[in-house]
C-alpha cells in the first residue's frame, strides 16, 4: 500500500488526521510543523502516494487540501489504532 514510504515520512501521519477533520488550507497544517518547506514537501508526498488531493475552493487563493478515499481509509484505521492504543493505557 505504501510503496515509497511516505506514511513513514515525520509529519505524514499528524497530516492525515488533521485532514480526516475535512478539508483544509495549507497554513491549517502549521498547527503540526512551523517549517513551510516541510509542510510543503511531506503534502506533495502524500499527494504522489494518493492520500491526498489539492482542492480548488472558488475565491479562494489559498491552497486547500483534502483526503482521497485512500486517505480516509488510511485515517480510518489509524484513529482505530489509535483507540486501541488508547485503551490499553492504565
Given at each position: 500500500?505504501?510503496?515509497?514510504?511516505?506514511?513513514?515520512d515525520?509529519?505524514?501521519?499528524?497530516?492525515?488526521?488533521?485532514?480526516?477533520?475535512?478539508?483544509?488550507?495549507?497554513?491549517?497544517?502549521?498547527?503540526?510543523?512551523?517549517?513551510?518547506?516541510a509542510?510543503?514537501?511531506?503534502?506533495?508526498?502524500?499527494?504522489?502516494?494518493?492520500?491526498?488531493?489539492?482542492?480548488?475552493?472558488?475565491?479562494?487563493?489559498?491552497?486547500?487540501?483534502?483526503?482521497?478515499e485512500?486517505?480516509?481509509?488510511?485515517?480510518?484505521?489509524?484513529?482505530?489504532?489509535?483507540?486501541?492504543l488508547?485503551?490499553?493505557?492504565?
Amino acid at each position: 500500500m505504501d510503496k515509497d514510504g511516505v506514511l513513514g515520512d515525520k509529519y505524514a501521519v499528524e497530516f492525515i488526521l488533521l485532514l480526516s477533520e475535512g478539508t483544509k488550507m495549507e497554513s491549517e497544517f502549521k498547527r503540526v510543523c512551523s517549517n513551510y518547506y516541510a509542510i510543503q514537501k511531506t503534502l506533495d508526498r502524500l499527494i504522489e502516494g494518493g492520500y491526498v488531493e489539492r482542492v480548488e475552493i472558488k475565491r479562494s487563493r489559498a491552497r486547500h487540501y483534502d483526503l482521497t478515499e485512500k486517505g480516509f481509509k488510511v485515517a480510518d484505521q489509524l484513529s482505530r489504532t489509535i483507540e486501541v492504543l488508547d485503551s490499553l493505557r492504565c
